[in-house]
């Protein structure tokens, strides 16, 4: 498996046409790809070893050059047996370079060993508490607890899941195709911001415009994906499930604060975040808990106005009030004129 992450040689984030145009690189190799918009895609290609006569670090090396020189991106690969391995190490390489993962289970092991248990994909900031709460602080020491242990304190499904990932086993096959399975934003701060209140303002636009889109598509998200990017080029990113298949804006510029919230970042320098609203499906198909809340159903009805409004005069004819940050125009209140006075017993005549 190859975990591919593109960047631009001077470092700006790719548009939407690069990203097509990248993936159709890839296909020149496998048709197995799963596409992770705005800028990662995995992809398996285990059907292209023979064909090509290189083993998957000879195929990750053409694919960085075929990226660099036809289309101006650096490519950071990570090379490993199942797409959990080649994620960790993606996210172990230099920007440009890459990282393989020997397929032997002495190499996994000592590649997994001593890490923190968050280093696992998929294992969020809740579970991460549970198991620091009962000392499994490390990836090697997950490993080493008996399933059974996992599973009582995790749950059944969660517990056996964590285990098998603290052992590198993933089966998660590559799904081709799916870019239609999720829909990514990101936004660029013009210097590394370390004000929170401009990140979540961000965050709100983003949440706002994802909403937006999924609502034009027909469209609802069953996750979302927050990717903060650093000053040093590193990253943290962090999935939540919702409560329920979405594409209110509220919920998700909630969920895309309590992300953003649960990081604690405290003088953080950052250079961009990006939301991924993930595991789409049809709107029709979404079910939607009913409530005796006014407010809601008031939100939502405002929604579909703004919606309305938008496709008529434009996607920026309506934006939520805390986008302009206090930097718009502000026009005074209209005051009342004193009208005329009346003198009691005259017929309230002048």
């Known amino acids: 498996m190859l975990h591919v992450r593109f960047r631009t040689t001077d470092d700006t984030p790719l548009s939407a046409e690069q990203y097509e145009q990248l993936l159709r690189l890839l296909a020149q190799f496998t048709p197995t790809i799963e596409a992770l918009p705005p800028e990662a895609a995995l992809a398996d290609v285990r059907g292209a070893l023979r064909y090509f006569d290189r083993d998957a670090t000879g195929i990750a090396e053409l694919v960085r050059l075929r990226a660099l020189a036809w289309h101006g991106v650096r490519c950071t690969i990570?090379?490993?047996?199942?797409?959990?391995?080649?994620?960790?190490?993606?996210?172990?390489?230099?920007?440009?370079?890459?990282?393989?993962?020997?397929?032997?289970?002495?190499?996994?092991?000592?590649?997994?060993?001593?890490?923190?248990?968050?280093a696992l994909y998929g294992v969020g900031p809740a579970t991460v508490r549970t198991l620091c709460a009962y000392g499994l602080d490390s990836v090697d020491r997950i490993a080493a607890a008996p399933p059974a242990t996992l599973q009582r304190i995790l749950g059944a499904k969660t517990g056996r899941a964590v285990y098998e990932r603290a052992r590198g086993i993933d089966p998660t096959p590559v799904s081709?195709?799916?870019?239609?399975?999720?829909?990514?934003?990101?936004?660029?701060?013009?210097?590394?911001?370390?004000d929170p209140v401009r990140r979540r303002r961000a965050l709100l636009s983003l949440a706002d415009d994802l909403g937006a889109r999924m609502r034009a598509s027909g469209q609802a998200a069953r996750a979302l994906t927050l990717t903060v990017r650093y000053a040093?080029?590193?990253?943290?990113?962090?999935?939540?499930?919702?409560?329920e298949p979405t594409a209110h804006g509220p919920a998700l510029t909630e969920a895309a604060y309590a992300l953003h919230a649960a990081l604690g970042l405290q003088r953080a320098r950052v250079r961009s975040v990006a939301l991924r609203a993930e595991d789409l499906c049809r709107a029709e198909?979404?079910?939607?808990?009913?409530?005796?809340?006014?407010?809601?159903?008031k939100a939502h009805r405002i929604e579909a106005a703004v919606d309305r409004a938008r496709a008529r005069f434009g996607t920026t004819a309506v934006q939520p009030a805390s986008k302009l940050g206090g930097t718009g125009r502000q026009y005074?209140?209209?005051?009342?004129?004193?009208?005329?006075?009346?003198?009691?017993?005259?017929?309230g005549r002048r």
């Open 78 to 118: 990570g090379v490993g047996a199942n797409p959990l391995l080649a994620r960790m190490a993606a996210q172990e390489a230099a920007p440009g370079e890459i990282r393989a993962v020997p397929g032997d289970t002495g190499s996994i092991a000592a590649f997994l060993a001593r890490r923190p248990a968050s």
């Open 176 to 194: 081709p195709n799916a870019s239609a399975r999720s829909m990514g934003a990101e936004h660029r701060f013009a210097h590394d911001e370390l």
């Open 232 to 243: 040093d080029r590193s990253t943290t990113t962090r999935t939540r499930r919702l409560a």
């Open 285 to 297: 198909l979404a079910a939607r808990q009913l409530t005796f809340d006014p407010v809601d159903d």
């Open 332 to 347: 005074p209140w209209p005051t009342a004129k004193p009208g005329p006075k009346t003198v009691p017993g005259l017929n």
